[in-house]
């Protein structure tokens, strides 16, 4: 099975700052990795495809990249919206999540 | 607008059953895979089950697998999810995903771009 990892597991940011979050493959998974955003309360929403691909939709201060086994999550400006906890998701050999990384306010 | 609403959850006693369905609108049911997902306070979201559009192929993970069943009735517009042997560590929210293949660079890729509101599961004493 493919594991995913992803680091940090909770971080502490200001509106306006620059977030980056990684997730690793425990092998190889071309650019099979898709992010999702979960704010409290709420179901997952789709952010992120193939590694780099932004969701329709999805403001463009979120942005993927990586390929292989690191990728990294990327909002450039941090809104009050975006506090929410984030996962990485492999999809080339059935689904695996990451664990999850929460956004809090600093 | 695509819809999709879960059914049937509830608690149930440690080897006990339960039947989730849930019922598919505003897309083109038979046309797309779908997955069944769930989450815990403890563990995250794990992927559970997967059924392709026809229902011939199916997929599990290795936590539940000769455990629970997917099914799929294309004229029913529904999806279902027969759990037997429940555990308490099936306890969870169970969600009802839509996949979406789509090809990226010449390379086909998955997604989950729509999810229902989730069925509570409790498997207690």
């Known amino acids: 099975d493919i594991q995913m990892t992803q680091s940090p597991s909770s971080l502490s940011a200001s509106i306006g700052d620059r977030v980056t979050i990684t997730c690793r493959a425990s092998?190889?998974?071309?650019?099979?990795l898709n992010w999702y955003q979960q704010r409290p309360g709420k179901v997952p929403k789709l952010l992120i495809y193939a590694a780099s691909s932004l969701q329709g939709g999805v403001p463009s201060r979120f942005s993927g990249s990586g390929s292989g086994t690191e990728f990294t999550l990327t909002i450039s400006s941090l809104q009050p919206e975006d506090f929410a906890t984030y996962f990485c998701q492999q999809s080339c050999r059935t689904w695996t999540f990451g664990q999850g990384t929460r956004v809090e306010v600093k | 607008e695509v819809q999709l609403l879960e059914s049937g959850g509830g608690l149930v006693q440690p080897g006990g059953s339960l039947r989730l369905s849930c019922a598919a609108s505003?897309?083109?049911?038979?046309?797309?895979?779908m997955s069944w997902v769930r989450q815990t306070p403890g563990k995250g979201l794990e992927w559970v089950s997967a059924?392709?559009?026809?229902?011939?192929?199916?997929y599990y993970a290795d936590s539940v697998k000769g455990r629970f069943t997917i099914s799929r009735d294309n004229s029913k517009n529904s999806l279902y999810l027969q759990m037997n042997g429940l555990r308490v560590e099936d306890t969870a929210v169970y969600y009802c995903?839509?996949?979406?293949?789509?090809?990226?660079?010449?390379?086909?890729?998955?997604?989950?771009?729509?999810w229902g509101q989730g069925a509570p599961v409790t498997v207690s004493s």
């Open positions: 059924i392709g559009d026809s229902g011939y192929n199916t």
């Open positions: 092998q190889t998974i071309s650019n099979c």
């Open positions: 995903v839509k996949e979406q293949w789509v090809t990226v660079a010449g390379t086909p890729t998955g997604l989950f771009d729509y």
């Open positions: 505003g897309f083109s049911f038979s046309n797309y895979a």
